[in-house]
């Protein structure tokens, strides 16, 4: 058995921006791009048509979004301003540290998140009080290129694991993308019915942490 474990609202909360779009303009203008009047129609507007459960990166959407109203982003400023404009305050949640270092005891693991910001996983986990060296791997979407509940984000971590995805105890606050663990025949503990102590405990026990 390898322990994968869900990142936000699982092990840490971050604050993102109220109104995304307009953080990721406010951005684009400090690196120079004259941003389109009716951005906020173009931020919302579907540009990359991608296989469903696919991720599409957010500089590529901001790119194209831009490309879609006339307007270039030389020097990489889609993918500087999506970083910049998602900078956000983190704050481990209980247990979190605990749960982590329960599931090494046990075995290997891996950490799987959605996310389609670059970098934006590893400096949420420089600003936790988790410790990056605790998982064997880490596993997004944006770099996978596939969002939870896809069967190919689990099977990615697990192949990062050395593990089959069917021996994978995914740990979660999301049933609907973190569930998908049970698509490929491994097992979902849900944070909505137990706490990230009691899965601690329970490893530590040699019991099953599903609730």
């Given at each position: 058995?390898?322990?994968?474990?869900?990142?936000?609202?699982?092990?840490?909360d971050a604050?993102?921006?109220?109104?995304?779009?307009?953080?990721?303009?406010?951005?684009?203008?400090?690196?120079?791009?004259?941003?389109?009047?009716?951005?906020?129609?173009?931020?919302?507007?579907?540009?990359?048509?991608?296989?469903?459960?696919?991720?599409?990166?957010?500089?590529?959407?901001?790119?194209?979004?831009?490309?879609?109203?006339?307007?270039?982003?030389?020097?990489?400023?889609?993918?500087?301003?999506?970083?910049?404009?998602?900078?956000?305050?983190?704050?481990?949640?209980?247990?979190?540290?605990?749960?982590?270092?329960?599931?090494?005891?046990?075995?290997?693991?891996?950490?799987?998140?959605?996310?389609?910001?670059?970098?934006?996983?590893?400096?949420?986990?420089?600003?936790?009080?988790?410790?990056?060296?605790?998982?064997?791997?880490?596993?997004?979407?944006?770099?996978?290129?596939?969002?939870?509940?896809?069967?190919?984000?689990?099977?990615?971590?697990?192949?990062?694991?050395?593990?089959?995805?069917?021996?994978?105890?995914?740990?979660?606050?999301?049933?609907?993308a973190d569930?998908?663990?049970?698509?490929?025949?491994?097992?979902?503990?849900?944070?909505?019915?137990?706490?990230?102590?009691?899965?601690?405990?329970?490893?530590?026990?040699?019991?099953?942490?599903?609730?």
């Amino acid at each position: 058995m390898a322990v994968t474990f869900d990142l936000f609202g699982t092990l840490v909360d971050a604050e993102y921006p109220s109104d995304p779009g307009s953080a990721v303009a406010d951005a684009l203008r400090e690196y120079g791009v004259a941003v389109p009047d009716d951005w906020d129609d173009a931020y919302r507007e579907v540009h990359i048509d991608a296989p469903e459960g696919a991720e599409v990166p957010l500089p590529a959407h901001v790119a194209a979004a831009l490309r879609s109203r006339g307007v270039d982003s030389p020097d990489n400023a889609a993918r500087r301003a999506v970083i910049t404009a998602f900078d956000p305050e983190v704050t481990t949640r209980p247990g979190a540290v605990d749960a982590v270092a329960a599931a090494r005891e046990a075995g290997a693991v891996g950490l799987l998140s959605n996310c389609s910001v670059p970098e934006l996983v590893a400096r949420t986990l420089i600003r936790s009080d988790l410790d990056r060296r605790g998982f064997d791997d880490i596993t997004t979407s944006v770099a996978c290129g596939w969002r939870k509940p896809h069967r190919q984000a689990f099977e990615a971590v697990a192949r990062g694991l050395g593990v089959d995805a069917a021996e994978l105890l995914h740990v979660g606050d999301d049933p609907d993308a973190d569930g998908g663990i049970e698509a490929v025949g491994g097992r979902f503990v849900n944070l909505r019915e137990t706490t990230l102590e009691s899965v601690a405990a329970r490893l530590r026990a040699g019991e099953d942490p599903c609730p």
